[in-house]
């Protein structure tokens, strides 16, 4: 049997400091201040943001909810991330995605101030995480595998990693973060070929996909430690990650669930990094 890799620990355990560096900073008249922006009423951004408020209240973070209709016209949520930018009590801004049809992803996330993107979502935070220059934050998702990694004392130096999914918010960051950490990195994806026998050969393996069930038995070996991005809906309405948990249980050293696992830790990273944000802004 599988050892459950649990987000909870990893959580509490990370948001010791920042609470502390928080409070420090409330002493002197800050509180540290995070913008949530919303379009619509889908229902995982709704439980996103209702974890991450928790979460911050928590640390010592204030939060500010902005809802906007999902018809918001491009330059309405344009010029709602260009006064937060302006807001100096306002210290991160967390964008939450993907934004309607329709709308230009890529320049909107680019609106966000670099000191404020607290969720490493603009271009300029992905050069700082590519070329390991700056005082850029990684995506909280990322970042949360790390941690995770971290609390578990996974010694990275050498071992063979492979990250299935290559997108911006979590394959690409988190392999870079990886190689940072001298692991042998592999990216794979749905179109490499001979995927199971890529993954078998890991690891250390993250799967970050967005299909419910893809890593499956034959993707997996003894020994491996598995981390589980994936967040999606299962047959009966439930959550389950990428991996099949129950596959994953028999065969691998170690493993997330889904939920409770990767995505109990984002959003106290989240909170970490509006606490950094906010400790950069009053100096």
């Known amino acids: 049997m599988a050892e459950l890799l649990r987000g909870a620990p990893v959580a509490n355990a990370l948001c010791e400091a920042p609470a502390?560096?928080?409070?420090?900073?409330?002493?002197?008249?800050?509180?540290p201040a995070l913008a949530i922006v919303r379009i619509g009423e889908r229902p995982d951004d709704i439980a996103y943001e209702r974890g991450a408020t928790k979460r911050c209240e928590k640390v010592g973070v204030r939060t500010r909810g902005l809802l906007l209709p999902a018809d918001v016209p491009q330059d309405g949520l344009a010029a709602a991330l260009r006064e937060l930018n302006a807001d100096a009590a306002i210290h991160g801004i967390l964008l939450l995605r993907p934004l309607p049809a329709g709308m230009d992803e890529d320049a909107l996330r680019n609106i966000v101030s670099p000191a404020k993107d607290?969720?490493?979502?603009?271009?300029?935070s992905s050069l700082g995480i590519f070329t390991g220059k700056g005082d850029c934050m990684a995506p909280c998702t990322a970042q949360a595998c790390m941690e995770i990694l971290d609390f578990y004392g996974v010694d990275l130096k050498g071992k063979r990693a492979v990250v299935v999914g290559r997108s911006l918010v979590v394959g690409k960051p988190v392999a870079m973060l990886l190689l940072e950490r001298h692991a042998t990195v592999t990216i794979a994806h749905s179109r490499s070929a001979d995927?199971?026998?890529i993954c078998r050969n890991a690891e250390i393996l993250i799967a970050s996909a967005g299909r419910a069930g893809c890593i499956d038995r034959s993707c997996l070996s003894p020994g491996q430690i598995v981390l589980d991005v994936g967040v999606n809906a299962d047959e009966n309405g439930g959550l389950c990650g990428d991996v099949d948990f129950g596959?994953?249980?028999?065969?691998?050293?170690?493993?997330?669930?889904?939920?409770?696992g990767v995505g109990a830790v984002t959003a106290s990273v989240l909170a970490k990094n509006t606490v950094a944000a906010a400790k950069r802004a009053s100096q």
Do not use: F, H, M
């Not at 607290?118 to 300029?124: H, I, K, P, R, Y």
């Open 118 to 124: 607290v969720d490493g979502a603009t271009d300029l």
């Open 195 to 197: 995927l199971p026998a």
């Open 247 to 260: 596959d994953a249980l028999e065969i691998v050293a170690a493993v997330t669930p889904v939920p409770g």
């Open 20 to 31: 502390r560096e928080a409070a420090a900073l409330a002493k002197k008249g800050v509180v």
